[in-house]
């Protein structure tokens, strides 16, 4: 079981990795390719629109190919794209290549969180106990390192030299690191996909983790931009506030569990998702760069457990784990496919910083939909 943990965990912490790589070269891809902050948002929705399709298929293609399988094949895809994006920027400067490498990373991560996290759920079931949120903040600390490195490297090493040697790290790493699955594995009945499409626990699950995955879509998108555009910061120091932001957000998932355990789901997601929209809104209205970047480390604290909670409680029955995870996630990562057009169109009229308002104006009315995470079926004690 050690082992399994330990695969599970590296599989979610390369994945943060390639992903914030990316996240972290936003800005220099920004200037490299010359876009307004509309066109940046029409960029970005390539690497959305592929993440979502993959959650139309991941579900079933987890259910058919097993989770080891699933998540190897992906691992490819997130390498293929990390390189195509790097010759994009750094290479030949192309808006179309650098869309075609987005598209690809966005679908080779989409597979992959959907089959990662089923088999989450599965070791999670296994122990009894909370640790969901322990995965991801793993992934939060693969994007942690991945903003450090770009900040360390983003005048002295080339773009494309430093994502594609995050490509190669990914896919052998995967590769490794998934030998140790043995959960969510290749099943045999039908996958109850459209059954799940059906079920309103599951719906509302969705509906709040598209929410939730927003407030963290538009921090990763957009924070490094906002305040290089917004509060004068250099392109390095706008790496370090993402920086600050997915730290927060780690230390949020790996408290999260204890707190989780103690208090149940739905009080500590409620005080999460306060701790965001106080945070995003001390970010965009001090007007002050240190409260602003303490405001940047609340929202990262409060968007921690929404992603993790939301995948835990649509596992919650081993038997359709798969699907309802997959139906969660589409929903969910409609956030992604929306939200960089969104936040880059409103930012055209009133500035970046001032467009990331819209978080908080759709949290609050989320706080609604909460109820609907209460654990059902085999899910551990405790997690109410």
Same mark, same amino acid.
């Given at each position: 079981?050690?082992?399994?943990?330990?695969?599970?965990?590296?599989?979610?912490?390369?994945?943060?990795?390639?992903?914030?790589?990316?996240?972290?070269?936003?800005?220099?891809?920004?200037?490299?390719?010359?876009?307004?902050?509309?066109?940046?948002?029409?960029?970005?929705?390539?690497?959305?629109?592929?993440?979502?399709?993959?959650?139309?298929?991941?579900?079933?293609?987890?259910?058919?190919?097993?989770?080891?399988?699933?998540?190897?094949?992906?691992?490819?895809?997130?390498?293929?794209?990390?390189?195509?994006?790097? *010759?994009?920027? #750094?290479? @030949?400067?192309?808006?179309?290549?650098?869309?075609?490498?987005?598209?690809?990373? $966005?679908?080779?991560?989409?597979?992959? /969180?959907? &089959?990662? /996290?089923?088999?989450?759920?599965?070791?999670?079931?296994?122990? $009894?106990?909370?640790?969901?949120?322990?995965?991801?903040?793993? @992934?939060?600390?693969?994007?942690?390192?991945?903003?450090?490195?770009?900040?360390?490297?983003?005048?002295?090493?080339? !773009?494309?030299?430093?994502?594609?040697?995050? *490509?190669?790290?990914?896919?052998?790493?995967?590769?490794?690191?998934?030998?140790?699955?043995?959960?969510?594995?290749?099943?045999?009945?039908?996958?109850? !996909?459209?059954?799940? @499409?059906?079920?309103?626990?599951?719906?509302?699950?969705?509906?709040?983790?598209?929410?939730?995955?927003?407030?963290?879509?538009?921090? /990763?998108?957009?924070?490094?931009?906002?305040?290089?555009?917004?509060?004068?910061?250099?392109?390095?120091? #706008? *790496?370090?506030?993402?920086? %600050?932001?997915?730290?927060?957000?780690?230390?949020?998932?790996?408290?999260?569990? +204890?707190?989780?355990?103690?208090?149940?789901?739905?009080?500590?997601?409620? $005080?999460?998702?306060?701790?965001?929209? !106080?945070?995003?809104?001390?970010?965009?209205?001090?007007?002050?760069?240190? +409260?602003?970047?303490?405001?940047?480390?609340? @929202?990262?604290?409060?968007?921690?457990?929404?992603?993790?909670?939301?995948?835990?409680?649509?596992?919650?029955?081993?038997?359709? *784990?798969?699907?309802?995870?997959?139906?969660?996630?589409?929903?969910?990562?409609?956030?992604?496919?929306?939200?960089?057009?969104? %936040?880059?169109?409103?930012?055209?009229?009133? #500035?970046?910083?001032?467009?990331?308002?819209?978080?908080?104006?759709?949290?609050?009315?989320?706080?609604?939909?909460?109820?609907?995470?209460?654990?059902?079926?085999?899910?551990? &004690?405790?997690?109410?």
């Amino acid at each position: 079981m050690r082992a399994g943990i330990i695969g599970v965990a590296v599989t979610f912490g390369l994945n943060g990795v390639a992903v914030a790589s990316w996240f972290a070269r936003v800005p220099a891809a920004k200037d490299a390719l010359a876009l307004d902050a509309g066109a940046l948002g029409l960029l970005l929705l390539a690497m959305s629109a592929g993440a979502v399709l993959a959650m139309v298929t991941a579900g079933e293609v987890t259910h058919r190919l097993g989770a080891r399988r699933a998540v190897r094949g992906a691992a490819v895809g997130v390498a293929a794209g990390l390189a195509v994006v790097g *010759a994009g920027i #750094g290479v @030949w400067p192309s808006v179309r290549a650098t869309g075609i490498g987005l598209f690809l990373l $966005g679908y080779g991560s989409g597979t992959c /969180n959907v &089959a990662m /996290n089923v088999e989450a759920a599965a070791v999670e079931r296994l122990i $009894g106990r909370t640790i969901m949120p322990r995965f991801h903040a793993v @992934w939060s600390s693969g994007t942690v390192v991945a903003a450090g490195v770009a900040a360390a490297v983003a005048v002295r090493l080339p !773009v494309v030299v430093h994502l594609t040697g995050v *490509a190669v790290v990914t896919v052998v790493g995967t590769f490794v690191a998934a030998r140790s699955f043995r959960h969510g594995t290749a099943g045999t009945a039908k996958s109850g !996909v459209l059954a799940a @499409w059906r079920e309103p626990r599951t719906l509302l699950i969705g509906l709040l983790v598209l929410v939730l995955a927003f407030t963290e879509g538009t921090a /990763n998108d957009w924070v490094a931009v906002a305040f290089v555009d917004g509060y004068a910061f250099g392109a390095a120091a #706008g *790496a370090v506030v993402f920086g %600050v932001f997915v730290t927060s957000m780690t230390i949020g998932r790996v408290v999260g569990t +204890v707190a989780l355990d103690r208090w149940g789901r739905s009080p500590v997601l409620v $005080g999460s998702m306060v701790s965001a929209i !106080v945070g995003t809104a001390l970010a965009v209205w001090s007007g002050e760069p240190v +409260v602003a970047v303490g405001g940047v480390a609340l @929202w990262g604290l409060g968007t921690a457990l929404g992603f993790p909670v939301g995948m835990s409680a649509a596992a919650d029955e081993e038997e359709r *784990a798969a699907a309802r995870v997959g139906v969660v996630a589409v929903i969910g990562y409609t956030a992604f496919l929306a939200g960089p057009p969104a %936040v880059g169109l409103l930012g055209d009229h009133v #500035g970046v910083l001032r467009a990331l308002l819209v978080v908080p104006l759709l949290l609050v009315p989320a706080l609604a939909l909460v109820p609907a995470v209460r654990p059902v079926g085999s899910a551990p &004690a405790g997690r109410g």
